[in-house]
């Protein structure tokens, strides 16, 4: 027993280093979880209102199911924290948690846990259990089990640290007559009456039901009015979002050309695919050409086709790429970087459907729908004499804007979490998605990239995670703490301290104003590393970034 409570009040310790308190936007963190402050009273008025309107067993499976979600969720902190213990002390952090966050005062009587083999059996001792003191409050004494967030919690936690479905039974319960509670978990397969218990773990059917009928009136009125179906990328509930794409349906059932505006990296190429999808034009394939890419001199015949002998090197005849998008779409990216003498013979496809190939006199009619797009103001253009009036109001009459990522903040995280799902398929990874911080600064961040940006951040989100684990905000972000907010946590005193990047820079005026040296701020570091990893090398090493004979150095320094 003495074990048990040594390694807790390690573990308590680490607990309190991790909890924040941000006053400044009235959050509370535990590492990058966010965690609530509830009054005890609120919550058994809640679960008293719960088993009236549900009925007792109903309330049991809800309240069952969300211990079982936040046990899970402590799991994964548990992963994080406590890399370096043996299986036995690693298990003992979630019982810690538990009472950490006030459920109830957790005792372990009996704890047998060897992840490698499977074997699992638990024995603890529940007291101050706040479901009991709430359920005889309410409802009288109660000859069974009453402490239903607290078991599911207990289930949640174990399956998620052992890899497999654990059940854990109220053997004694403090709703009756009893001064405490017992509980003892094993494997579910060790279990006789298992069944009946893990039921109570699914969903109710009632709640599939109404699930499944809003699902199908949700259906319904997404197709009502909708030929076609955009691509996956392409979604957004922004007021802006919406608008562009309302013009883009109505754009897709005529032939005028189109002109997308927006900043780099919007998805202009995502809209004009995704309008030649819906079109009468899909069956043939869309040709993107990004005019900007290709020199000055070339413009003409890529885009226009060329005949032999039209210039040096033109060594045999060939279609220009409008000429042979003829049935279909061209894309032209970056329109406002074509020459003068390019624009006039687009203006001319334009007009009359007619292209002329470079060293050419024969016309040759075709029926290709282009769609264009620009980043900069082509109407400025026009009054610089870069651009020419007519093909830009030409363009002009089918313009769609396509707002920034920055002015639809409601779309980041759908379109994070589509990413997300997307790259942990290509790379082979099972995650559980973006902690509660990484979610905060996903929407706080101003994505001057824009959707590209945004990919490009979650891509590299999904290969720094670990597997099994959630996207942290350290693993989308270099140096977001820049812009985090005021965190505060309690110190070893049990006051509460700065903590964060206002603690960092407080540390960095402390040298530059001659308060601290270099030295002893290194020298401060190696021991709260060494203290935190009970003298461990190599883990204070890992903790500090540097390798174990490095840090063994430092220490013969010191």
């Not at 003068?340 to 013979?345: C, D, P, R, V, W």
């Not at 799902?421 to 990239?449: C, H, N, S």
């Not at 977001?480 to 301290?497: K, M, V, W």
Request: aromatic letters at 6%; a negative charge.
């Amino acid at each position: 027993m003495t074990g048990f409570q040594t390694k807790a009040r390690i573990e308590a310790e680490d607990l309190r280093a991790r909890v924040n308190f941000c006053a400044d936007s009235g959050q509370i963190w535990l590492h990058e979880q966010r965690m609530l402050l509830v009054h005890a009273e609120a919550q058994s008025s809640l679960r008293k209102e719960l088993i009236e309107t549900l009925g007792m067993s109903r309330a049991r499976g809800l309240l069952l199911r969300m211990g079982y979600a936040s046990g899970m969720r402590d799991a994964e902190l548990v992963r994080t924290l406590t890399p370096e213990l043996d299986d036995v002390g690693a298990f003992l952090a979630g019982p810690q948690l538990h009472s950490f966050e006030g459920m109830v005062g957790v005792i372990p009587v009996r704890v047998e846990v060897d992840r490698e083999i499977g074997h699992f059996y638990s024995e603890f001792r529940w007291i101050n259990s706040w479901e009991c003191q709430s359920h005889r409050r309410h409802f009288g004494s109660h000859c069974g089990s009453v402490c239903w967030t607290q078991i599911g919690y207990a289930c949640g936690y174990s399956s998620a640290f052992m890899g497999r479905a654990i059940l854990f039974k109220e053997v004694e319960c403090g709703g009756g007559n009893n001064d405490s509670c017992r509980i003892v978990g094993r494997p579910v397969e060790e279990w006789d009456d298992a069944d009946a218990h893990m039921r109570l773990f699914e969903p109710d059917p009632i709640n599939d039901q109404l699930i499944d009928l809003q699902t199908q009136v949700m259906q319904l009125r997404s197709t009502i009015g909708e030929r076609d179906t955009l691509q996956g990328d392409l979604s957004g509930s922004s007021a802006s979002f919406r608008h562009a794409l309302d013009l883009l349906k109505q754009a897709a059932d005529s032939e005028s050309p189109v002109l997308l505006v927006g900043e780099t990296g919007v998805g202009k190429e995502l809209f004009a695919r995704a309008l030649h999808a819906m079109s009468k034009r899909r069956d043939r394939p869309l040709d993107v050409i990004n005019c900007a890419t290709i020199p000055a001199e070339l413009v003409e015949s890529e885009l226009f086709g060329v005949e032999k002998g039209a210039h040096t090197g033109a060594l045999v005849s060939h279609p220009g790429h409008l000429e042979r998008a003829d049935g279909s779409t061209i894309f032209l990216e970056e329109i406002g970087d074509l020459p003068l003498s390019a624009q006039t013979k687009l203006l001319r496809v334009l007009q009359k459907g007619e292209v002329v190939r470079l060293g050419d006199d024969q016309v040759r009619k075709i029926n290709v729908r282009v769609v264009a797009a620009t980043t900069d103001s082509l109407a400025q253009w026009v009054k610089e004499g870069r651009f020419r009036a007519d093909l830009y109001f030409r363009l002009n009459a089918g313009q769609i804007h396509i707002p920034p990522l920055r002015e639809r903040r409601d779309d980041v995280l759908p379109l994070a979490e589509r990413l997300l799902e997307r790259y942990a398929a290509i790379k082979g990874k099972k995650l559980l998605g973006f902690t509660d911080k990484a979610k905060k600064a996903l929407v706080a961040y101003g994505w001057p990239g824009n959707v590209r940006e945004l990919q490009n951040t979650v891509e590299r989100g999904v290969i720094l995670a670990p597997n099994g684990g959630r996207v942290e905000v350290d693993n989308l972000f270099m140096g977001h703490a820049d812009t985090a907010d005021r965190e505060y946590a309690r110190d070893e005193d049990g006051d509460i301290d700065i903590v964060g990047p206002q603690a960092g820079r407080a540390l960095c005026e402390a040298v530059c104003d001659g308060a601290m040296t270099l030295g002893e701020v290194e020298k401060m570091l190696v021991e709260v590393a060494m203290d935190k990893a009970h003298g461990n090398v190599p883990s204070a090493a890992r903790m500090l970034g540097v390798t174990a004979l490095q840090l063994a150095d430092r220490l013969k320094r010191q």
